[in-house]
């Protein structure tokens, strides 16, 4: 159920956070691939203390990062709960020295900081026998005989397990939904290893609204969620609808010590700007140490980007989905009267900067984060026929903003288009 907040935010941080950080190993995966034992995996659980872990911190930077939402990682493919859920052993509460529940404090600083609470939650759980009981529906047990984490691996099916498995997810959902107040978002995970038929999505679906109407639910339920979710690779052109596009700061979701590719800033806002400019969010995900604190490049990236924000705040919220780019050969967002457009200048211009096929005559030009006006002209307009001319902006000149320069570009009414491709003059007496 979309709610109006989330097609607003813009912005969202994600947190990887679990015992995957404290040996140097990809979350779940890692197992699941081979690259290192299960036992080896679940032996991190010894390691994990979240010593420094302070939530209030987090949402302070996630809030000067310009962020509305947030999402941590409250259990993911490893089964590892981050709270105290009395349905299973295996939380960081009873198994791991930090010995307490994690999204209690999670949920109360974000909300007082104003941000809206989002929950990940694996659908699947490796580490439990009763995942394994049966085999996406439709397809062979043969072609699954490695599958030994996700299926019964050759074995005979038990849909009464799968049934108590079900219930299982319900029960830790249900205990998420009621004990830390109100959560406002519900990102899930890991949906492809069943059918929707499997996870009975629409009664899964319904059953979440019994226990909060206004949840919402991304898109990874079989068909059943309210947005899409894009992930690493920026989209070419937004999906229909509302959408999020999720992406690491460096390439690792979880912390990796040994992952040093880490994105530039300038690299960051450019993804923003291109989420900007399709109509969707960014959910840009941090990964937290096993202590709680963040790698000081993350908390960079994330203020770098949050002064970008506060620099041209006009340009981001309350804005909607940007030019085609046969318009304008960049990044762009509308404002909601759709009487100013600001474009996104990524490099310095050598000279003119093109605008085309905007019907409605331009006012005023200026560089947002200083105010200077820009001068500008127009070439190529065919009055007669409503063919608008080229717009041209002197930019070379302007003081450019170290990450992305916004030109905020007014209009003398709602902006009109033309989306032909030109006259022949044949009579120009």
């Known amino acids: 159920m979309m709610q109006d907040w989330f097609k607003k935010a813009k912005l969202g941080i994600f947190a990887h956070y679990g015992i995957y950080a404290v040996g140097d190993v990809s979350e779940s995966w ?39 939402y947030a999402v941590l990682t409250a259990k993911h493919h490893d089964g590892v709960a981050l709270f105290d859920t009395q349905y299973s052993d295996l939380s960081v509460v009873k198994k791991t020295p930090a010995g307490r529940d994690l999204i209690a404090p999670y949920t109360e600083a974000m909300r007082e900081a104003g941000l809206k609470v989002g929950i990940y939650f694996s659908l699947i759980d490796w580490s439990d026998p009763r995942y394994r009981s049966v085999y996406p529906e439709g397809e062979k047990p043969e072609d699954h005989l490695k599958d030994v984490f996700a299926t019964p691996a050759g074995g005979p099916e038990d849909p009464e397990k799968w049934e108590e498995f079900l219930q299982f997810n319900n029960n830790q959902l249900r205990e998420l939904m009621t004990n830390y107040g ?58 229909r609808g509302v959408w999020e596009f999720c992406t690491t700061i460096n390439t690792s979701w979880g912390y990796r010590p040994s992952d040093n590719d880490y994105k530039t800033s300038r690299m960051i806002v450019r993804m923003f700007c291109d989420c900007l400019t399709l109509g969707g969010n960014m959910l840009l995900d941090v990964g937290p140490k096993e202590d709680g604190t963040l790698d000081p490049r993350q908390v960079k990236i994330l203020e770098d980007l949050g002064d970008w924000i506060h620099d041209n705040e006009e340009a981001v919220y309350d804005t909607g989905k940007g030019l085609d780019y046969r318009h304008f050969l960049g990044g762009s967002t509308l404002s909601e009267d759709r009487r100013t457009i600001y474009l ?79 006259e022949v003059v044949t009579n120009n007496d």
Request: net charge negative; glycine share 10%.
């Open 344 to 422: 996104f200048v990524y490099d310095k211009p050598s000279e003119y900067i093109c605008l085309k096929g905007i019907k409605t005559p331009v006012k005023r030009v200026s560089v947002l984060h200083t105010g200077e006006e820009l001068p500008f002209r127009y070439t190529g307009a065919l009055p007669w026929s409503g063919i608008p001319g080229t717009l041209w902006i002197k930019g070379d000149e302007m003081t450019p903003h170290p990450m992305v320069t916004v030109l905020k570009v007014e209009l003398d009414g709602e902006i009109t288009y033309n989306l032909g491709h030109g």
């Open 182 to 239: 109100t959560v406002d978002l519900l990102w899930f995970d890991g949906d492809w290893e069943r059918s929707a038929n499997q996870w009975k999505c629409p009664e899964f679906r319904a059953y979440l609204h019994s226990l909060n109407p206004n949840v919402i639910i991304n898109s990874r339920l079989q068909g059943y969620g309210d947005y899409e979710t894009p992930e690493q690779g920026i989209p070419l052109y937004g999906p």
């Open 30 to 68: 890692s197992f699941h691939n081979g690259n290192i034992s299960y036992e080896d995996y679940m032996k991190q659980c010894e390691g994990f203390t979240a010593s420094k872990y302070d939530p209030k911190q987090w949402a302070a930077l996630f809030k000067r990062a310009g962020a509305r």
